[in-house]
């Protein structure tokens, strides 16, 4: 029983661990979003100090999921047990806390434990955090009897080699782009389809009869004894578009959603362009200048007009800017600048400013 309990400990640990990291990894420019949202939390509620740690906000949750990835593997063969469930134990407390503050307070209303592939709300991932903390605890409790499964250089070897090839994922997905998009402005997708929730509400109303509870698609009379209680939507997760706060207006205010599903438009993403950075401007503006009246191209920014109309003169950008909201534009690309070439509103392609196409690999993708 006791090998049983072990061997559950170490697969769901280690498991658990490898799988949360390999999501992340896939996109850490999108566990470092969600860090700068934690560091403005705890910034207004416990100290502005927390500010200094936005810049390196993507530093930190690089090292935070390859450590993840690193500790599972090492949890699955045994690896130096007496330091690994030290790691693992500090790690996981300090993954309940910010899941536990996010369900208590609702500050925080993701965690991001399984990047955008599985969103769990904060009472979700904090059960999960507790759920994995008890099988934690036991491997803590025994570490001194958990065995190295490979000879030492061996062992080393297989951390050496997980964490070159983590490190290696996780920066090219920076320099590039998440190797699978979880998001719902993915190659693919139609953006106006994703903004109409996938069904109408199905309610079911609960009634008590006879001190029995009764459910019931229509409304019952109170005249044939039936007192209400409440009514429950049945499909909860299909009544919410997976888009609801995509907008996009004019320096004149006016609104251009609409008109930005309309043909082909090349849209250049920029948030905040004080951030934006402008190794790769020249490609961008070349490409601009050789799609001059063969596409719309459309620069969209979070920045105030006197900010990105500077940002052009200075880097030549010869597009019109439109504006949305910063949130949106990061989920969009994960690359600031980044470009997406959508027709009638279908996402066609998206670029990394470091992988900027020239104008002919643009237009043939319109043929």
Known sequence: MQRIIDLASRVIVGGLFIFSGLIKLNDPVGTKIKLEEYFEVFAADFGSFFHFFIPYALFIGTVLIVLEVVIGVAVLINYRM??????????????????????????????????????????????????????????????????????????????????????????YAIRHLPFIDFLPYKIGNSIPQQMIAQEQPVFEYVFLKDGKEIKSKSFLSADEGYQYQRVDVLNPDK?????????????????????????????????????????????????????????????????????????????????????????????IVRSDPGLTLWYNGIVLNKWHHNDTPDAQEVLNLLK
């Open 239 to 331: 009544i919410i578009p997976k888009i609801t706060d995509y907008q996009v207006s004019s320096p004149e205010g006016e609104d251009l959603t609409q008109e930005s599903f309309t043909g082909a438009k090349l849209l250049i993403i920029m948030g905040n362009v004080q951030k934006t950075s402008t190794g790769n401007m020249k490609a961008i503006s070349k490409l601009i200048n050789d799609l001059d009246s063969k596409l719309d191209v459309w620069i969209l920014t979070s920045s105030n007009p006197a900010t990105i109309d500077a940002f052009r003169h200075e880097h030549q950008l010869a597009a019109p800017y439109h504006f949305a909201d910063a949130t949106v534009l990061k989920s």
């Open 82 to 171: 007496q330091i690994t469930t030290w790691v693992l134990l500090i790690l996981l407390v300090f993954f309940t806390f910010l899941t536990g503050y996010s369900a208590i307070l609702n500050k925080v209303t993701d965690c991001g434990c399984f990047g955008d592939a599985i969103k769990l709300t904060p009472w979700q991932s904090f059960y999960k955090d507790l759920f994995l903390l008890v099988f934690v605890m036991h491997l803590f409790w025994h570490r001194k009897r958990f065995d190295p499964m490979l000879r030492t250089t061996e062992g080393h070897g297989v951390i050496a080699v997980t964490t070159a090839v983590s490190v290696f994922l996780g920066v």
